[in-house]
Structures are given as structure tokens and as C-alpha cells.
């Protein structure tokens, strides 16, 4: 072999050696700043003019806070009057240990959300209506506890969990029909979602 090309190909064979050094130990550098970066943190403090006796304000949003909003926008998209009953319905829903849309599902399922019920009732549920036989509340907060509370009892602590179970004892007639209730019940609850 030519001494010329055995020069330029040692020389070449380091240069390429000496260029990958280069380029690794440049990897290395940048891979551990990373690293540290990741590991650091910094603290930054801002400040502006203001006065020192500033009070803070703050606001937490919690999951019971955006269940009552789910509730409440579901009610007001069908111009119920019960959009003003939202946090009751979540406070008897938790209170009992029950899915917090089966309340509303059941009210609109039974009264289009109150609009359709029997006069002076407050009976969004058709709980407790068979025939001429009308139960009445005083109230929507009365009616919600009520029924929440009889869905626990009577329903849930029975084995009765899902709207196809309820309907059985609830809405007998609706089971010999294919069980229109429970698949509009279910219905509802799933847009509250």
C-alpha cells in the first residue's frame, strides 16, 4: 500500500476518532445539564406594587362542586324547575351512598323534570302514586330526601342497584312493557355525565 494512503487514512482514522470524541463527550454533557434541570427547581417570586394588607383570594373547585353543576345544567336544559335543587340532590345522593344522576334521572323519567306532575305535590319522583292515590310533599327538599333515602332502604340495601333492578319494584308495570323506564332512566343519567 502507498505510504501516501496509509497516511491519509491514519489521519482520517483519527480525525473521525477525535470528531466522535467530541460529539460523545458533547452528549454527555447536554444528557447530565438535563438531568440536573430536571432535578432542580427554582423558585421564582413576584412582586408588585400593592398595598401590604392585601387579604389573598382563592376558590377551590371541587368534585362535589362540578357534579351540582352537571346536575343544575342538566335541569336547565330542559327548563326544569328544579335546576335550584341541584346541590340537594347531590347532598341526599352522598348522604345515602347513591349515584348522584339517579335523583334527577328518576325526575325527569317521571315528571319531565317537575313540569308534568300532579298539582301541589312537590312529587317530581311519581313516588308513591298508584291510581287515585297521590303522595305529597311539602316541599322539593322533602321529596328528594325521601326518596333518596327510600332508594337506599328499600332499593339499593336490597340488591336493587341498577334502573332495571329498581323498575322492578318501583315501576312494576314498566317491566311487562320491555322496560321503557329503566332505558329512560339510564338514558338520563348517562347525558348528566
Do not use: C, H
Request: cysteine-free; aromatic content about 14%; glycine content about 6%.
Amino acid at each position: 500500500m502507498d505510504p501516501f494512503k496509509k497516511l491519509a487514512l491514519l489521519v482520517g482514522w483519527f480525525g473521525a476518532a477525535f470528531i466522535t470524541s467530541i460529539i460523545s463527550v458533547s452528549l454527555l454533557f447536554l444528557t447530565s445539564f438535563e438531568r440536573s434541570l430536571e432535578t432542580t427547581s427554582t423558585t421564582y417570586q413576584l412582586y408588585q406594587a400593592l398595598p401590604q394588607n392585601q387579604t389573598p383570594i382563592s376558590y377551590s373547585l371541587g368534585s362535589a362542586d362540578a357534579r351540582e353543576f352537571l346536575v343544575r345544567d342538566f335541569f336547565r336544559n330542559y327548563k326544569s324547575p328544579l335546576d335550584d335543587f341541584s346541590n340537594q340532590f347531590i347532598q341526599v345522593a352522598d348522604y345515602y351512598q347513591l349515584d348522584f344522576r339517579l335523583l334527577p334521572a328518576i325526575a325527569m323519567q317521571e315528571s319531565n323534570g317537575a313540569k308534568r306532575m300532579i298539582g301541589d305535590s312537590f312529587n317530581p319522583f311519581g313516588f308513591g302514586i298508584y291510581g287515585s292515590k297521590v303522595l305529597k310533599f311539602s316541599t322539593f327538599e322533602d321529596a328528594i330526601e325521601v326518596v333518596g333515602k327510600t332508594l337506599r332502604e328499600e332499593y339499593v340495601n336490597q340488591g336493587l342497584t341498577t334502573p332495571e333492578k329498581i323498575m322492578t319494584k318501583y315501576t312494576p308495570p314498566s317491566v311487562e312493557k320491555g322496560g321503557p323506564w329503566a332505558i329512560g332512566v339510564s338514558s338520563f343519567m348517562e347525558e348528566i355525565k
